[in-house]
C-alpha cells in the first residue's frame, strides 16, 4: 500500500502537471479564431504577422487598437515599422522593428514606445477568453492567465477537478489495495473511456476474492492502456480453484471487449455494429 509521504508527493507532481496541461488546454481553445483574426489583419494589413495567430481571441480589440496607432505613424507610402508578437507570463509583448527610411523625430519615437508599453499593460487586465476587464491569475507555479472573475471560476473547477480525479483514484486504490502484490507499482491512470470499464471489472473481482476467502490469492498484475486499448493480467495461486479462474477470467475478456468498442467510438473509427 503506498505511504501517505508518497501518497503526499504524487498528489504534487499530479497538480503540477495538471496545471501544465490546463495552461496548453486553454491556450489551444483560446486561440484567435480565423474571423478574428481578419479583422484584425485588416485595421492594418501591413503591419500584420502571423504571430498574433497565436493569441487569444479575447485579445483581439487591443491588438486592434495597437495595429491602428502604430500604423499613424506611417509617412505616406512608408509603413512604420515591422512587429512580432509573443504571449508572456506579464501580457503580450511586442518587438518592433522601426523603419529606418522614415524621419523618427523623438515624439513619433516615444509615441511607439508608449504604444508598445500600452499594449503589454492592457493585455495585463483584459480577459484572454472573452476581452472583458480582467486579471492575473495565477494557476500554480509557472502557469498564469489573464481572466474575468467567470473565466477564472471556469479555470480553477478544471483544475480543481483533475486533482478531485486523481484523488479518487488513490481512494480506489486503496479500497482493491489487496488485489495487487506487496510493492507493486501498477497505476490506475488509464483513459477516460476505459476507467469506467476498469473500475467496473476490479470491483467484480473484488467481491469474489472477498466473497469466496481467496485474500492473497489472486492478484491483477497488469493494467496497461495501450493506444487507447485495455490490457489486463491476473495471477493465480495454485489452491484457487478452476471455476473462480474461469469467472475471473470471463470479467477480464469482458472488460478488454468493452474496451475495443469504446476506443473505437473514441476514435472515431469503424462503429461496434459495422465490426
Known sequence: MHSQGLIDAQR????????LNLKVEIEVEGTMKQEKIDRVRAAAPDLFHSSIASLPDGWTDIMTTFLQDV????EGMLTPAEVRFERSASGVKAFIC??????????????????????????????????????????GDRVRFVFCQKHEDRARQKLTEQVQAFDERIRFRSETSFLFQKHSNIWLHVSDHNTPILREALLNIKTIVEERDLIGKIHVTKIIDSEGQLFLSVRY??????????????????????????????????????A
Open 12 to 19: 504534487k507532481a499530479k497538480q503540477a502537471a495538471s496545471q
Open 71 to 74: 500604423s499613424d505613424l506611417g
Open 98 to 139: 522601426p523603419n529606418p527610411d522614415m524621419q523618427w523625430t523623438e515624439a513619433k519615437a516615444l509615441q511607439l514606445i508608449n504604444a508598445q508599453r500600452q499594449l503589454t499593460i492592457s493585455s495585463q487586465h483584459t480577459c484572454e477568453d472573452c476581452g472583458a476587464d480582467g486579471h492575473l491569475v495565477p494557476l
Open 237 to 274: 495461486d495454485p489452491l484457487v480453484d478452476v471455476a473462480t479462474r474461469l469467472d475471473v477470467d470471463d470479467i477480464v475478456h469482458h472488460a478488454q471487449r468493452l474496451s475495443d468498442e469504446a476506443s473505437l467510438k473514441a476514435n472515431r473509427g469503424v462503429s461496434c455494429d459495422d
